[in-house]
């Protein structure tokens, strides 16, 4: 053997076990997972349901959440793309980290992360209080037609900001827009009658809606949810296809050694498929609908073409 073969040889060897040491030892201490939003919302509720069933899969080894909200999750989501590729800084991943990257002055983009799993695909609805004269739908299509309807969203530029655009555009519809800085602030506006109607997740409305302070008004999706079997979706209504919703997963920065990437999928996989981690969802009103790192990343790449498609909208309305 040559003494170039020899060397390489030995390097090979010496990145082998550097791999199987780092996996071997991962994890050895808490990990922290950021959440780019204010407390209360559903990415910070499952966020918490996550950290609550880490443990078992983590060594004991705990998931401390950490809301970082600011910049319609700029914040957390550039602290996060800046941090340490070790394991230990993991971010709440949403349709946010597209539409920012998009159509903000960022420092990151989706390369700057490693998508390591997607736990919930939650449809877009519509929303009004409880006491609305919008009772339905076609109520709320027909007064945003007639005269404008003022619509809260959880942030300028965020998904559910975008579906109702889209929305708009398609039905000739006019909004003005309030945006804030999470749901939780979102049913504040809808509950104190500040706003006519809202633009979010189905598993964040179902909560206020079994206690009878909204009332969901459609799903957009291509069936009705379990969820909320008695709602309607929007192509029943009206005849015209028209889906949309909202994705959280979980990513690290990018650059994470094979070795602690295999160690986190096949550790978060554990989390987010425990028949504990999927009853205590569902009690919240989530569905868990798992997809390793590999199918996250399609699905990103995915996603964002169709983002693309529609954010030329932010430019003519806000």
Known sequence: MSVFNARLTLALVTLTASGILQAAEYPQKNVNYIVPFAAGGAVDVTGRLIADNAPNAFDDHKFVVKNMPGGGAVI????????????????????SIINNSLTKSVS??????????LYNLDPEVIVTA????????QHFLDA???QGLSVATPGNGTSHHIAALALAQEKGLEFRFVHNASAAMQLQQLMGDHVQASFMSLGEAVG?????????????????????????????????????????????????SDAVEAELESRLQQVLTSSEFVERMNAAGYKVDYRDGEAFSRYL???????????????TQS
């Open 76 to 95: 957390g989501q550039t602290y996060v793309s800046s941090a340490p590729a070790d394991g230990y800084t993991l971010l709440a991943m949403t349709s």
């Open 108 to 117: 990151y983009d989706l390369d700057s992360f490693t998508p390591l799993a």
């Open 130 to 137: 409880a006491d609305s004269q919008l009772s339905d739908l």
């Open 144 to 146: 945003a037609a007639d």
């Open 208 to 256: 206020p809606a079994q206690d009878g302070n909204i009332t969901i008004l459609a799903v957009m999706d291509g069936k009705r949810s379990d969820l909320a079997p008695d709602v309607p979706t929007y192509q029943e209504v009206t005849g015209d296809d028209f889906q949309w919703g909202t994705f959280r997963g979980i990513a690290a920065p990018a650059g994470l």
């Open 301 to 315: 790449d995915t996603t964002a073409k169709k983002m693309q498609e529609v954010l030329p909208l932010l430019d």
